[in-house]
């Protein structure tokens, strides 16, 4: 097992904002798709980009790709993949499938014709058959069907990378780590830069995130990875062991020089107990300053970084104002602040038709079902 062929997925328009980040970790290869980068690496490489991409959703090897026309192509398919290193008899496995295209039946009914093709092709080759697990499988193969060309892969990541271990308690509709990662990434916030604020911060992501950034925190120091169970693991769990312990030294040599400046304010005390809480298990709660305060009160501020996910959605009011005022007294506090940005997320009518400011980069995305836009403001910038 030399060079694999990898994709990342993140979440939608920030692709470049994942790219950017694989360079960095030296993966080669990279080609941005609709929802992913396309990478090459070794498998060594491939567990580092799990352990320290902050954007990433699924880290999957593409293990096989070819045309399917009909149902009986799925079965075929199922008995071509390669089984070895992927697969054991002992091993447990599930398949999460994604099928684009209704001609060719329902989701289910194909990933069943599949999985029919695998087991066969074990039977034959082993003259037993590993067992389906769907809630915690050994081995998570992800099915893909776009356009009649399926692509076979093997998840790496186990749980979603979105799930740090830190985030114990939570607000209602919090953002997801990757996600409050990739708009820390657009505002191009660095600890140097000047102060980083999330006046809005519930469950305290954005802030937790910046902090972890900023020590050079590995986000999935505290967690366990789907390819721990893989069949050939054992023989690279040594590797594995010094990857987690440089990770560990770099974040403890930053933070003896940490210089950063990170608030985050909310106007709920119950919300700042939780933020405060999480900030704990990630062990940076005192790299942040928790305040209370209403943002709508802030005095004006130069040089910070904002980013923040305000109510939208389901809410109707916020502190007895409805939501078009409250996003147009928004725009109407920060234009006040001097050589500053703010990235926010919010649904693309609240933000167009109430801040009244020109957003330097906008990106269509998705927070959780609800389609959303996220645009960043310069402030007050000197030019």
């Avoid at 014709?113 to 066969?120: A, E, H, P, R």
């Avoid at 690279?236 to 985050?264: G, H, V």
């Avoid at 209370?292 to 130069?302: A, E, H």
């Avoid at 926010?344 to 038709?353: P, Y």
Wanted: aromatic content about 8%; overall charge positive; proline content about 5%.
């Amino acid at each position: 097992m030399n060079t694999l062929h990898l994709l990342a997925t993140c979440a939608r328009g920030f692709e470049p904002c994942l790219e950017r980040e694989l360079k960095s970790l030296a993966c080669n290869g990279l080609k941005a798709t609709n929802g992913g980068v396309i990478f090459e690496a070794d498998f060594e490489q491939a567990m580092k980009v799990c352990l320290w991409s902050r954007i990433a959703n699924k880290i999957e090897v593409l293990i096989k790709e070819d045309y399917v026309t009909r149902e009986s192509d799925l079965y075929d398919l199922g008995k071509k993949i390669p089984l070895e290193p992927w697969f054991s008899p002992e091993a447990t496995f599930c398949i999460h499938a994604h099928v684009n295209d209704e001609k060719l039946g329902k989701c289910s009914f194909l990933a069943l014709k599949f999985k029919d093709g695998i087991v066969d092709q074990m039977r034959d080759k082993w003259g037993r058959r590993a067992s389906v697990d769907t809630d915690r499988p050994d081995v998570v193969v992800g099915l893909q069907i776009i356009q009649r060309k399926a692509r076979v892969f093997i998840e790496l990541q186990g749980d979603p990378l979105n799930m740090r271990g830190y985030r114990r308690r939570q607000i209602q509709a919090p953002i997801r780590e990757t996600l409050a990662a990739s708009m820390i990434a657009l505002s191009e916030w660095q600890p140097q830069n000047g102060i980083f604020i999330d006046p809005m911060c519930g469950s305290g992501t954005f802030a937790i995130e910046a902090a972890l950034i900023a020590t050079q925190t590995a986000p999935g120091i505290q967690r366990h990875f789907g390819f721990e169970k893989l069949p050939f693991f054992p023989e690279k769990a040594n590797t594995w062991r010094i990857l987690r312990d440089e990770a560990r030294e770099i974040s403890k040599k930053t933070r003896k020089n940490f210089n950063a400046e990170i608030r985050a304010v909310d106007i709920d005390s119950a919300a700042l107990d939780i933020a405060l809480n999480n900030a704990q298990t990630a062990g940076v709660a005192d790299l942040i300053q928790f305040t209370r305060g209403d943002i709508l009160k802030m005095k004006p501020i130069s040089q910070a970084t904002l980013v923040t996910n305000p109510p939208y959605g389901e809410r109707i009011t916020v502190d007895d104002l409805d939501l078009p005022e409250f996003y147009y007294q928004l725009g109407r506090l920060v234009r006040t602040f001097a050589n500053s940005s703010l990235t926010i997320i919010s649904t693309a009518e609240l933000l167009k038709k109430n801040m009244h400011m020109k957003p330097s980069q906008r990106i269509a995305t998705y927070n959780g079902p609800i389609a959303c836009e996220v645009a960043t403001y310069q402030l007050g910038i000197s030019r």
